[in-house]
């Protein structure tokens, strides 16, 4: 694989990081994005955290009666919208299908397992190509606001532990010495769990600085250019073809296209079951006030509030409403009422200084982790669907499809995550 080199389609967290695992490899690649820049699409503003503690997928056992619970709820953490349904037919199905107990578990096991290595992954980058994106390594923190809820939360941590995510189950006396900036609404929290190995970091800023770190390991970067279709030569996948009529040999293409790479994969006969969830964030500049040293999150809302620098944002909710990339107004209200149940007491201020509102599409497998690896298309691979868990898995996801590629070591089993249908 020397000749045309390879081209990755897609320069959010997982094309970026690919790229770069390839580049540090001595592969020569081009790095294709539609938008003016890397980490533009779903990886632009997310929660920031990077979480092996959240490997669970967020078809759990049950929750088919989630979902109707919630129906036509604004307030709902996860909101199906009807008009949604036709785009999500088979999709959904096989969501529904994966909640069983045990292709939960199974999903859980592998994100797990590829959230680690995700976090070694991330410690070697960051010494090698040290560049700035806000991150911390603090670890992150599920408060509860019932005594039975925080038991519930210290024995699903337990269920994680055994795979190797370490944690803390804090009461509220060990929380609050912990992290005093929750202080003023102590009486409302019963506890915590703080996992001291998950990170934090600017996401859209992580995939800025890895591009440019593989530019200057030779990385061509092609932005501004949409892929409009893959070139097919005897059965095989040898290049693509820009909107712009211009084709680009290549002796594999790796799509990293998020929750659009269903599309283009189609044109070679792969079907990738991946629809996007849409959720949404909220930044506000927060220079000169106490925030929490490392991200709370809420388990229950499926939101985050998330210290980023001299910033903090508030992230989560998910929405099953096709590409509609519209800011409905009452799911940014929902993370509004977050910032001021987490941060009373600056949540005025943040407000009056005014916060930047977006939202993006989780591009989510129907299993409940990614598809990662070579497809049955000679010359295709994809790194695509990782849902809830983009950022968490990205360095992981990228290297080890290096490895795969570039037939390095071994060590890291890509087997179960193979694109397939779910
Ligand atoms: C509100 C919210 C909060 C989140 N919080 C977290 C979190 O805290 N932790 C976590 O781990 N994950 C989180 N996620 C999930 C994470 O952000 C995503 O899983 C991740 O960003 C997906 O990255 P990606 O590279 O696969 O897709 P994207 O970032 O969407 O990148 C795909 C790229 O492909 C490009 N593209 C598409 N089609 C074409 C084409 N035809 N030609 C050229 N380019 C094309 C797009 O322009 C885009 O840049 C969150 C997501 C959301 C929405």
């Avoid at 712009?244 to 293409?253: F, L, N, Q, R």
Wanted: charged residues 20%.
């Amino acid at each position: 694989m020397r000749q045309a080199g390879i081209v990755v389609v897609g320069a959010g967290l997982a094309g970026a990081a690919s790229a770069y695992a390839l580049a540090r490899r001595g592969a020569g690649v081009t790095l294709i994005d539609r938008a003016e820049g890397a980490g533009q699409g779903a990886s632009f503003a997310n929660a920031g955290m990077l979480t092996p503690s959240m490997s669970d997928p967020w078809n759990a056992p049950g929750v088919w009666r989630d979902l109707l619970r919630w129906l036509g709820r604004e307030d709902a953490p996860m909101l199906l919208r009807l008009r949604a349904l036709p785009g999500l037919s088979l999709w959904g199905l096989q969501f529904l299908a994966n909640s069983s107990r045990s292709a939960f578990e199974r999903a859980i096991a592998l994100n797990v397992r590829l959230g680690l290595f995700s976090i070694e992954t991330m410690d070697a980058w960051r010494k090698e190509a040290a560049f700035d994106y806000d991150g911390a390594c603090a670890g992150t923190m599920k408060i509860y606001r019932s005594e039975a809820a925080w038991r519930e939360g210290v024995a699903k941590a337990e269920t994680m532990a055994q795979l190797g995510v370490a944690f803390r189950g804090l009461d509220r006396d060990a929380m609050l010495a912990f992290e005093p900036a929750l202080a003023p609404i102590a009486d409302e929290l019963a506890g915590a769990v703080h996992f001291p190995n998950d990170q934090s970091g600017d996401a859209n800023k992580f995939a800025v600085g890895l591009s440019e770190a593989s530019a200057a390991r030779g990385v061509v970067c092609r932005w501004g250019e949409t892929v409009r279709r893959l070139r097919l030569d005897g059965g095989a996948v040898t290049g693509v073809v820009l909107a712009s009529g211009e084709t680009i040999p290549a002796d594999a293409v790796v799509l990293a296209t998020g929750a659009y790479a269903p599309a283009l994969a189609a044109q070679a006969g792969v079907r990738l079951p991946i629809r996007p969830v849409k959720g949404y964030s909220i930044t506000y500049p927060a220079e000169g006030l106490t925030l929490p040293r490392l991200p709370i999150v809420d388990d229950v809302l499926h939101a985050a509030l998330t210290p980023l620098g001299s910033r903090v944002r508030v992230a989560g909710t998910a929405e099953f409403t096709g590409f509609d990339d519209r800011l409905q107004p009452r799911r940014i209200d929902n993370l509004r009422g977050l910032l001021r149940q987490v941060l009373p007491a600056q949540a005025e201020e943040l407000e009056r200084r005014g916060g930047a509102a977006w939202t993006g599409f989780r591009p989510m497998h129907a299993r409940g982790a990614p598809a990662i690896g070579r497809t049955a298309r000679p010359g295709l691979y994809v790194n695509a669907g990782h849902g809830h868990l983009g950022w968490t898995l990205a360095a992981g996801s990228g290297e080890a499809l290096a490895r795969l590629m570039l037939g390095a070591d071994d060590s890291f089993d890509l087997t179960p995550f193979e694109p397939r249908a779910a």
